[in-house]
Each structure stands twice: as structure tokens, then as C-alpha cells.
């Protein structure tokens, strides 16, 4: 039951961004743990929703003329884990598309995120990031 829970929570936290109404960084615990994988502009451990938003998601926004829009192609649950396979489109301030195709692990309590892991293709990911100056 718990898995039924976890991926619908997520699930329509994820239907409320692609519709303008929320994110998914509502799910955050304050105390979450968010490490992005890999190397380049972001990657790493950020240890509160507040570093994230600061740190990564703000800074992200300011490079962007419109919001991440996601498009989930799987949620699965299993105990208090979540995954997330989703591609995100948005365009760039300098008119550019950015796309990127993301994998979230979340693990779960009282229907918050409390760790987080994410995989994207950092190399689009640093490219928006050097290209595009912040507003």
C-alpha cells in the first residue's frame, strides 16, 4: 500500500508542474538530502530544500524565458523508494530549446522527499548553464 501511496503522491506532484500549479520541489522535506550526480555546474550534495532551490533550481530558472515543463514516461515504487523517468523542455533566454531527460530516485516519508538522487546528461545541463547568463 505504501508504494500506491508514494507514486501517487508523486505522480500528482508531477501533473501539478506540468500544469503550472506546483512542482516537485514541493515534495521536499526542509532537511532533504538532493545530491545530483556526475560532474559539472551543479553537481553534488545539497543538504536542504533551501540550498537546492538557491543553489540549482533558482539559478536554473534565471537562465530560462520559460518554466521546466516535464513530461513523466514511468513512476515506480518500491517500499518507501520512488523513481521518476521524465524528459523536461523549456527554452533558454537566448531563444535556444533546452531539453534533458532526468531520473529521480526519491525515498519517501510521510509523504515527503527525504533523499533525493539525480541523473541527467549533465553536459546539456553545464552547456545552459555556461551559455546563458542569469536574469
Do not use: C, H
Request: net charge neutral; glycine share 6%.
Amino acid at each position: 500500500m505504501i508504494e500506491q501511496r508514494n507514486k501517487a503522491t508523486v505522480q500528482q506532484s508531477f501533473d501539478q508542474w506540468r500544469n503550472g500549479t506546483g512542482s516537485a520541489f514541493d515534495l521536499l522535506a526542509p532537511d532533504v538530502t538532493w545530491t545530483i550526480t556526475g560532474t559539472g555546474a551543479t553537481a553534488g550534495t545539497y543538504r536542504s530544500r533551501q540550498a537546492l532551490l538557491d543553489q540549482v533550481v533558482s539559478p536554473t530558472s534565471a537562465r530560462l524565458s520559460t518554466p521546466i515543463v516535464p513530461t513523466v514516461r514511468g513512476i515506480w515504487a518500491d517500499g518507501d523508494m520512488v523513481i521518476v523517468l521524465w524528459d523536461g523542455e523549456a527554452t533558454a533566454r537566448d531563444g535556444r530549446a533546452y531539453r534533458n531527460t532526468y531520473t529521480w530516485y526519491f525515498r519517501m516519508k510521510d509523504d515527503q522527499v527525504i533523499e533525493a538522487i539525480a541523473f541527467l546528461d549533465m553536459s546539456k545541463f553545464t552547456e545552459l548553464w555556461t551559455r546563458v547568463s542569469p536574469s
